[in-house]
């Protein structure tokens, strides 16, 4: 029983004593990104424009139109995309994998 109050006692302390022995050193600044590292993935501009009841996000890359979020006030939103570049653009919805299944939402929680 002593044996084993002895080794509890030590093992409580240990922490204590290993806290006390190490030497911290505070870590170096990290250096500047190389230049030009920020602009190798330039970020879309968004525009957000209300049409009617309906909201429509503008995705624009370089000043080209290329992504339109549409957001019924009655519905699920779905995405409106030109593809080629050419001003043609196709309805994509979220969960479109290029069969179309009839479905309809009979209540939502």
Known sequence: MRRLLI????????????????????????????????????????TIVKKGEDKV??????????????????????YMIDEQGNGSWARKDATDSGIRIPMWVIGNF
Do not use: W
């Not at 093992?11 to 990290?30: D, F, G, H, T, W």
């Not at 990104?33 to 879309?44: K, Q, R």
């Open 7 to 46: 080794a509890l006692t030590l093992c409580a302390a240990l922490p204590a004593v290993a806290q006390q022995a190490m030497k911290l050193e505070p870590i170096p600044e990290p250096p500047p990104p190389p230049p030009g590292f920020l602009d190798a993935t330039p970020e879309p501009q968004v």
């Open 57 to 78: 996000e503008e995705y624009r890359m370089n000043g080209r139109l290329y992504m339109m979020r549409v957001t019924p006030s009655h519905g699920v939103s779905y």
